[in-house]
C-alpha cells in the first residue's frame, strides 16, 4: 500500500463490494491507492478497476506504484471528479459497473503535504486547501475578500460552527493590517475568537479550529455538489444487483448519502444502519473515529 495514508474501513467497505473475478470496479477516491490496491489483489488479475482521483499528485504517485506491483494492466487511473464516473465508464466503452467506492474527504498525504487544510504545525503551508490544483478558488481568497457576511455563512453552513460570526469577525479584523498567508495564522485567528467566546478554562475535545477548516475545504472543493452529482448518476452507471459503498467522515455528507438514498426507490440498503470502525481501529487511526459506511444494492 502507499505510504503516507491509513485506510478507513477497508476490509468492510470491499466485503460489502463483494469482488467478483471479471467484473468491473470504480474506485472514485483513489487517494493513496489502499482501496484500489486490494480490489486489485481481490480480482486476481481477472476483472476491471478504474481509479479516480481530482488530485493529479494522488493519480501519479499511485500510477507508479501500481505500474511496478500489477504487470496485468488491468486498472486505468484517470485525473478527474467522481461527479464524471459516467463519461470515464463510457470513455472505457464499458456499458456499466457492478460497484463503486468512495471514501469521503481527504488524505493524510494532502493534510500534511503543506496545502493550507492542516491547522496544526505538521501540513503547515499557504492557505490553499484546493484538491485538484485546475480550480482557480482558494481558501485564500475567500479569507482575505470575502465580505464578514458570507464568512460566516460559509463557516456556519459547512461547519456547523456556532462561533461563525465572531470568527468571521475576527477575521476580517486582521486583515485590516495584513493578509491572511498560512494555515497556521488562521488556526490562531479561530482559536482565539473561540477562547475569547468561552473563556480561558474551557478544556476542548477537538481543536477549534477544526469546523473551520473543514467548513473552508469543503466550499473550496464544492465538496456536496459533487456528491450529489455522483448520487444523481448512478443508477445510470451501476448494474443491476451492483454494489455502492460510500465512506463518509462528518454529518453533512452523511446526510446528503442517507437522504438520497431514503427518497430513491432504485437502490436498497444493504445495512440497517451505518457501520463504524471497531474499537481497535478507533484507537489505532484517530481519523477514523468519525467514519461511518453506508452501502446499497441497485435493484
Ligand atoms: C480519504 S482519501 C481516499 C483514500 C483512499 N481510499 C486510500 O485508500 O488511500 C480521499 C481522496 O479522494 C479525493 N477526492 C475527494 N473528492 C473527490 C471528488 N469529488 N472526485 C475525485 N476525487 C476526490 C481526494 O483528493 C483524496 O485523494
Redesign the pocket.
Known amino acids: 500500500?502507499?505510504s503516507g495514508?491509513?485506510?478507513?474501513l477497508?476490509k468492510e467497505a470491499l466485503d460489502i463490494l463483494n469482488i467478483k473475478q471479471g467484473n468491473i470496479y470504480v474506485?472514485?477516491?483513489?487517494?493513496?491507492?489502499?482501496?484500489?490496491?486490494d480490489i486489485l489483489i481481490r480480482l486476481h488479475n481477472d476483472g476491471f478497476l478504474i481509479g479516480?482521483?481530482?488530485?493529479s499528485e494522488?493519480v501519479r504517485n499511485?500510477q507508479l506504484e501500481f505500474e511496478k506491483k500489477f504487470d496485468n494492466k488491468n486498472f486505468k487511473l484517470f485525473h478527474?471528479?467522481?461527479?464524471?464516473i459516467d463519461e470515464i465508464i463510457k470513455s472505457e466503452g464499458f456499458a456499466g459497473i457492478d460497484g463503486v467506492?468512495?471514501?469521503?474527504?481527504?488524505?493524510?498525504?494532502?493534510l500534511e503535504g503543506g496545502r493550507g487544510f492542516s491547522f496544526n504545525e505538521v501540513g503547515e503551508g499557504g492557505l490553499d486547501m484546493r484538491?485538484?490544483k485546475e480550480n482557480s478558488l482558494t481558501a485564500y481568497e475567500i479569507i482575505n475578500y470575502y465580505p464578514e457576511k458570507t464568512l460566516a455563512d460559509i463557516i456556519w453552513r459547512f461547519g456547523d460552527e456556532k462561533f461563525s460570526r465572531k470568527i468571521a469577525k475576527r477575521i476580517v479584523e486582521f486583515r485590516k493590517n495584513k493578509t491572511v498567508e498560512t494555515s497556521l495564522e488562521l488556526a490562531d485567528i479561530v482559536r482565539k475568537a473561540v477562547y475569547r467566546s468561552y473563556g480561558k478554562f474551557k478544556q476542548f475535545k477537538t481543536d477549534p479550529a477544526t469546523k473551520t477548516f473543514m467548513a473552508l475545504r469543503i466550499f473550496v472543493?464544492k465538496?456536496y455538489d459533487?456528491?450529489t452529482e455522483?448520487l444523481e448518476k448512478l443508477k445510470n452507471v451501476l448494474n443491476k444487483g451492483g454494489v455502492v459503498a460510500i465512506?463518509s467522515?462528518h454529518s453533512g455528507e452523511d446526510r446528503i448519502v442517507k437522504h438520497f438514498f431514503k427518497n430513491c426507490s432504485d437502490f436498497k440498503p444493504i445495512n440497517k444502519k451505518p457501520i463504524i470502525p471497531e474499537d481497535e481501529e478507533m484507537k489505532n487511526n484517530p481519523r477514523s473515529r468519525s467514519a461511518k459506511l453506508r452501502a446499497f444494492n441497485r435493484v
Not at 5 to 8: G, K, L, S
Not at 27 to 37: M, N, V
Not at 80 to 84: E, T, V
Open positions: 500500500m502507499s495514508h491509513i485506510p478507513v477497508l474506485d472514485g477516491t483513489l487517494g493513496g491507492g489502499g482501496f484500489s490496491e479516480i482521483d481530482r488530485d494522488a499511485v478527474s471528479n467522481f461527479s464524471k467506492v468512495l471514501d469521503l474527504g481527504i488524505s493524510s498525504i494532502q484538491m485538484d472543493n465538496e459533487s456528491l455522483f465512506i467522515f
